[in-house]
């Protein structure tokens, strides 16, 4: 059974980045099926998919558009973990933080790591 | 981008009651629709997927049916357990997308 465990500040400041690694556990972040993701949901935007991570005979990341130009997905292999950076923050980015697994044969999301909720405050 | 609009918002209903969510898809997406289920707290929880398709482990008062762009989660005699709110997703592209989320409260 695979399961993720999410490490990382609680507060961040505006205009700083946001930083969350996600550690693996049962799986590989090398899978050639899996791709790992970070979501983030906050009451006022629902769930947010933010963006992936994986390999295919080479890695590959997507985002999406609306913060593409702030974040940064990167898998360590040597840790078997992957991580989150989002760059110039604001409190509009404040929510609860997800690491996702998804599996090209089952097409859904899971599992998910515990959440992190992520302030953006001063 | 693929749009998932969630309706109603939220519903009030009793046990035993016949609840159905409805999502549209502003695209076509064939069957690719996933229900999620989650409580105040936790992760949301895959109960229905590829459209009709129940999770192991989920109770057979929830089933999901597609009908073109429209995808429907319907629980037959809800149940106390079921107060929570559900999450329409496509996975059909991405970058994947959810409803807005529907909220089902205790009348």
């Known amino acids: 059974q695979v399961q993720l465990q999410q490490s990382g500040p609680g507060l961040v400041k505006p205009s700083q980045t946001l930083s969350l690694t996600c550690a693996i556990f049962g799986d590989t972040v090398s899978s050639n099926t899996a791709a790992w993701n970070w979501i983030r949901q906050s009451p006022s935007r629902g769930l947010e998919w933010l963006g992936r991570?994986?390999?295919?005979?080479?890695?590959?990341?997507e985002y999406a558009e609306f913060v593409r130009s702030r974040i940064t997905i990167n898998p360590d292999t040597s840790k078997n973990q992957f991580t989150l950076q989002l760059r110039s923050v604001t409190p509009e980015d404040t929510a609860v933080y997800y690491c996702?697994?998804?599996?090209?044969?089952?097409?859904?999301?899971?599992?998910w790591g515990q959440g992190t909720l992520v302030t953006v405050s001063s | 981008d693929i749009q998932m609009t969630q309706s109603p918002y939220s519903l009030s209903a009793s046990v035993g009651d016949r609840v159905t969510i409805t999502c549209r898809a502003s695209q076509n997406i064939k069957k690719y629709v996933n229900w999620y289920q989650q409580k105040p707290g936790k992760v949301p929880k895959l109960l229905i997927y590829?459209?009709?398709s129940l999770q192991s482990g989920a109770p057979s008062r929830f089933s999901g049916s597609a009908s073109g762009a429209d995808f429907t989660l319907a629980i037959s005699g809800l149940q106390p357990d079921d107060f929570a709110t559900y999450y329409c997703q496509q996975s059909y592209s991405a970058p994947y997308s959810f409803g807005q989320g529907t909220k089902v409260e205790m009348k």
């Open positions: 991570t994986y390999y295919r005979s080479k890695w590959f990341n």
């Open positions: 996702v697994g998804y599996d090209s044969s089952t097409d859904w999301f899971d599992p």
């Open positions: 590829a459209a009709s």
